[in-house]
């Protein structure tokens, strides 16, 4: 076997041993590791998720309007990842604590048709709202 045939072999089975640990992650305790993996992301990649996300979080913060198609068409162009690979990195974020406040507005913008993998975003942020808000009744009613 010559060197470059030993080569092939040793990145041929380090690919191997790096998809087992990938399948491996726990998608829930290790969101972005997970999404890096799934995605074949560099770490270049993944800043560009972060730059897009950076974004339309600015236009979130100064009440600008939000085109989320713009979103979607940011991610397919800089990063070919389509509609339905979009939720799993917003999903991926959400979980991670970072960019919330895109993560929820994204899928808040789908009305009453938020997709399934996007529910508990809204979700979590109406509990999130309903906890405060009972937390401030509850204080109105201790001090009366």
Known sequence: MNNLDEIICRLNKLEFHVK????SL???????????VDFNWSEQDLDK???????FDKKITNSEEV??????????QK??????????VVLS????GQWSEVCHAYAASFGDSIPLELISIVGSKSRSTDSSKRKLLRSEFTLS
Request: aromatic letters at 14%.
């Open 20 to 23: 087992l640990l990938a399948e």
């Open 26 to 36: 726990n998608h829930s305790e290790n969101p972005i590791a997970s999404l890096v």
């Open 49 to 55: 998720a972060h730059d897009i996300f950076e974004i």
């Open 67 to 76: 085109n989320w198609s713009d979103f979607e068409n940011e991610f397919n």
């Open 79 to 88: 990063l070919n990842i389509s509609y339905q690979g979009l939720k799993s």
């Open 93 to 96: 974020l959400f979980r991670n």
